[in-house]
């Protein structure tokens, strides 16, 4: 039965603190209850039940746990009980809904450390929230997202970094840093192959986890963007393997999750990037929204992903940064073979292209966990369309004054030396620049959106996709419902049969 658009389910006014973000629990979730976590801008969490109305908790209450403002609470993939929240404090904890948070302040004992990163537990008496601290970084931790396994998690920062960890067994497996300024989003692809981000340098950014490396970068916004979103139903990956959502639901005990998952997403993801079983045909969508009020939607395809394969290959929808294929003896720029590859155990790098200006390779390195300098060789097919669009862009907003608060040339180098992977000594986090960290504008492909539109009159904060429509949101409070081609008659129906004013938003 539609939903009645004149009558909320539910409706709640706070004082003293707002709601910044919230998620429903998908796994438990019926026609007749919902378990829903809402967290709020002075640091605690509420689960509710707005179909039932009768439970309801209250975590760090006493806001003993952390005194920041919630940025982001997700349920655990595959468990009814437990939550990860996130704080701009740049901590993350593990809860259970079934524990208490305790009356006192928690005492903490190191479970884990490693570059920029470090874990704890909770130490105490009985079995208390939070299960784990994570400190990831410097600054806000702005957002973070589990893969489709639920194995892994991505992580961005204020401080410009994507970091991405195994969740279960709590190890960093590889990091990526903005063209400049904070990250803000981050989202995976349907297979978890590959991860998006958008942020504070106005780019949507593309990176392999399979090979963490940065494959393509997307230049449309205007200005900071604030969320990015895969369509899962445009997103077409031929012989893929469907996604997996295994486990039981018990109980943290000894620091395991008891969720079973069968099939390693490291292991299963590089078996399917090698040459014998790379799909036929690969086409990726996803968008993005910004505070410039506009909406992008991106294609990712073959040439992009696979640029070792033959030059006669389509490129659909996908302009790479010299637009065409560039003619024999000209420079284009080969990404993939400019020197920035990190490839994973079982990965052989491919052979450069022949027509193409490539950079030395760099020694092989581990994955993710140290990455290997340039030796500042660069191709000589620069384009000129990224690089004027790029210094017209930093003339605009220096005309506008536009500070940029966490740009890398204002992060302060504390604890941030152990961010800059590529040398342990002390260095200007900007040196990070040009490395396999974070590519220079020429050396990676440059997409083009499909299209840019202005959808609304204040900065962009919400892109959903469904099945039949995409909603979005802004900061003037509209929610927006943009239905897909075919689908407008339809939608109209629904709408108009449970709107009061017959209209349709």
Request: aromatic share 8%.
């Amino acid at each position: 039965q539609a939903a009645d658009l004149s009558k909320p389910v539910d409706k709640r006014i706070y004082k003293g603190t707002q709601p910044t973000c919230h998620d429903f629990n998908h796994l438990t979730a019926t026609a007749e209850s919902v378990s829903l976590l809402v967290g709020f801008s002075a640091g605690q969490v509420q689960l509710i039940d707005p179909i039932k109305k009768e439970t309801s908790k209250l975590f760090n209450e006493e806001r003993l746990i952390d005194k920041s403002r919630v940025t982001c609470v997700k349920w655990v993939p595959g468990s009814e009980s437990l939550f990860l929240v996130a704080h701009s404090s740049g901590n993350m904890y593990l809860y259970n809904v079934e524990h208490t948070c305790g009356t006192t302040a928690p005492h903490y004992q190191l479970l884990k450390q490693g570059e920029s990163f470090a874990v704890h537990t909770c130490k105490s008496k009985s079995t208390r929230n939070p299960l784990l601290k994570w400190t990831v970084g410097e600054g806000a931790l702005n957002e973070f997202a589990f893969s489709p396994d639920g194995k892994f998690l991505a992580c961005v920062s204020q401080d410009g970094f994507l970091r991405v960890f195994n969740f279960d067994s709590v190890e960093l497996h590889g990091t990526m840093k903005s063209y400049f300024g904070g990250l803000l989003c981050v989202c995976w692809s349907p297979d978890g192959k590959y991860i998006v981000t958008g942020g504070e340098d106005d780019l949507v950014t593309v990176w392999s986890f399979v090979d963490c490396r940065v494959i393509a970068r997307g230049h449309g916004h205007k200005s900071w963007v604030s969320v990015v979103a895969f369509d899962p139903y445009t997103t077409s990956v031929e012989e893929s393997d469907p996604m997996e959502f295994s486990g039981s639901d018990e109980d943290f005990q000894d620091l395991h999750f008891g969720r079973d998952r069968a099939n390693s997403t490291q292991s299963r993801l590089s078996k399917r990037n090698s040459t014998d079983s790379r799909p036929v045909s690969v086409t990726y969508r996803f968008g993005s929204v910004g505070q410039d009020t506009q909406l992008c939607l991106w294609d990712l395809t073959e040439d992009i992903l696979f640029p070792h394969q033959p030059l006669s290959r389509a490129r659909t929808h996908t302009n790479v940064m010299n637009a065409t294929s560039p003619p024999a003896g000209s420079g284009g720029t080969n990404p993939g073979s400019n020197g920035n590859s990190i490839t994973t155990p079982g990965n052989s790098v491919p052979p450069p292209l022949p027509r193409s200006n490539s950079l030395p390779h760099s020694a092989v390195s581990n994955a993710g966990s140290k990455s290997s300098v340039m030796d500042g060789a660069i191709a000589s097919g620069v384009s000129k369309f990224a690089t004027l669009s790029l210094h017209d862009r930093k003339e605009r907003h220096h005309e506008k004054d536009h500070k940029r608060n966490h740009s890398m040339g204002h992060i302060s180098s504390k604890s941030s030396d152990k961010l800059n992977l590529v040398t342990k000594t002390k260095t200007d986090p900007a040196k990070t620049l040009g490395t396999p960290l974070c590519p220079r504008m020429e050396d990676v492909p440059l997409l083009e959106p499909l299209i840019c539109k202005k959808i609304a009159h204040e900065r962009l904060t919400v892109l959903i996709f469904l099945e039949d429509c995409i909603v979005t949101a802004c900061q003037e409070g509209f929610i927006c419902t943009w239905a897909r081609p075919g689908k407008v008659g339809l939608l109209s129906s629904q709408n108009q049969a449970n709107s009061p004013s017959g209209t349709v938003v």
